[in-house]
């Protein structure tokens, strides 16, 4: 039986849809890089104004948090992340990004949404509006904080360096979610670890130079980076036990300019995931052993250099608080539409919110791909074909998953804020 006050709630979704879809295909079409969301930023701080939020911009550089105040009960945090990537996007859509970046590098590059943000940001937009509309139908604080660079694992960081945890209430529930490539209308969740741990790093190994004619003369970096490359492959499939779970992905190699030179250096740069940290610290520690001992062997005229790129802690649910959450999804959603998964190997820095504030969180993924278009592919077993996040052609469909994304944030909220 569904409750009156979600009802309440939920009546005036319809009439914000069209409003709220001209605002995703506007961010869709004008996508920022991480920590330059300035534009985006700029559009949540108006309309949650519009709505009577209090609004603090500016919060880790290109943040948002707006605090809507209904009178005594919980806090409740919905969290929304607002960047896009350095990707060209090729989805043919008619508000297709055509925009460019500067990156880190200081590099011009395509950007696009690629990755379902700007779903993220209509969707925490849609609730709250829908919050601010019938106050009635709850009590409490409802918190939308609009996140700046997950993309690179700063984002969360940077609020909460910026004096997030002291600058606004505590949360008694911390709520997130994010679009991925199951059905659209689905919703998959789970308690205990959901998304993996993640690092990225550079490795500089440095070589001698030399004519490509004259290889006596050279310490080779490329042939010392190749053999380090393959090295690095027997890590989770010889150090590992085969009842954990591990990724290491060598991403980038990159050496010389010109087929006859031998270069004086090699780059590479590799990302791990792990779901445990025992399993994490012996990888990072097999990598600097590796790395250490390819150059080493190859006589390189000093060691190699390893940087941190960037870092992403397990996120993980409360089992209390999601199955309140789940419990409510229950109530409302059809049963074949909420389903348990398992770990992803994706990462996320949403769990940053929660470990700060030691508030209980929970992060649920909704889909964002045609249902028959996935159906088909399920059938034929060519869903490895479909489009995942990242994907210069992802794109989530626009309905049912805007309407999923927003009722989710405002079902899991209200399972604390109801009157």
């Known amino acids: 039986m569904q409750d009156k006050r979600l009802e309440m709630l939920l009546t005036h979704l319809d009439a914000l849809l069209p409003a709220l879809e001209a605002t995703y295909k506007d961010i869709h079409a004008h996508p920022e890089l991480s920590m330059q969301e300035i534009r985006t930023a700029g559009i949540v701080e108006g309309q949650l104004r519009e709505l009577g939020f209090e609004v603090t911009a500016g919060v880790g550089k290109t943040g948002v948090v707006g605090l809507l105040r209904n009178g005594a009960g919980p806090v409740v945090m919905l969290r929304a992340d607002m960047d896009a990537l350095p990707i060209q996007e090729a989805t043919g859509l008619d508000y297709a990004s055509k925009a460019t970046g500067t990156g880190p590098d200081g590099a011009e590059a395509p950007v696009a949404h690629s990755c379902g943000h700007d779903m993220h940001v209509a969707c925490l937009l849609g609730a709250a509006s829908l919050f601010a509309k019938a106050r009635d139908a709850w009590t409490g604080t409802l918190m939308a904080v609009f996140q700046p660079g997950e993309e690179i694992g700063q984002g969360a960081q940077a609020m909460i360096d910026d004096g997030l945890v002291e600058r606004f209430p505590k949360p008694d529930v911390v709520l997130g979610q994010h679009v991925m490539s199951l059905p659209s209308g689905k919703i998959d969740w789970r308690d205990g670890v959901v998304t993996s741990a993640a690092d990225s790093l550079q490795i500089r190994m440095f070589g001698r130079g030399a004519h490509g004619s004259m290889p006596e003369a050279s310490i080779d970096p490329v042939v010392m980076a190749a053999s380090t490359v393959l090295r690095l492959q027997t890590i989770v499939s010889r150090e590992v036990a085969p009842t954990d779970s591990a990724v290491l992905t060598v991403g980038s190699l990159q050496a010389g300019t010109k087929e006859n ?159």
């Open 261 to 419: 030179v031998i270069p004086d250096e090699a780059i590479i740069k590799l990302n791990v995931r792990t779901f445990d940290e025992g399993v994490r610290s012996r990888i990072l520690a097999s990598i600097t052993r590796i790395v250490n001992a390819e150059s080493e062997a190859a006589g390189a005229p000093e060691p190699p250099e390893i940087t941190p790129l960037d870092q992403y802690s397990l996120v993980s649910n409360d089992p209390v608080a999601t199955k309140r959450v789940v419990d409510a999804f229950r109530q409302y959603f059809p049963e074949e539409s909420i389903e348990q998964t398992k770990p992803t190997m994706a990462s996320e820095d949403f769990g940053c919110f929660g470990a700060q504030w030691h508030s209980p969180s929970v992060y649920w993924f909704i889909g964002g791909a045609d249902p028959e278009t996935y159906a088909q592919a399920k059938r034929e077993g060519k869903l490895h074909t479909l489009p995942t996040n990242h994907n210069p052609r992802f794109a989530p469909v626009l309905h049912p998953t805007l309407e999923t994304g927003i009722k989710a944030l405002v079902i899991a909220a209200h399972a604390w804020m109801a009157s």
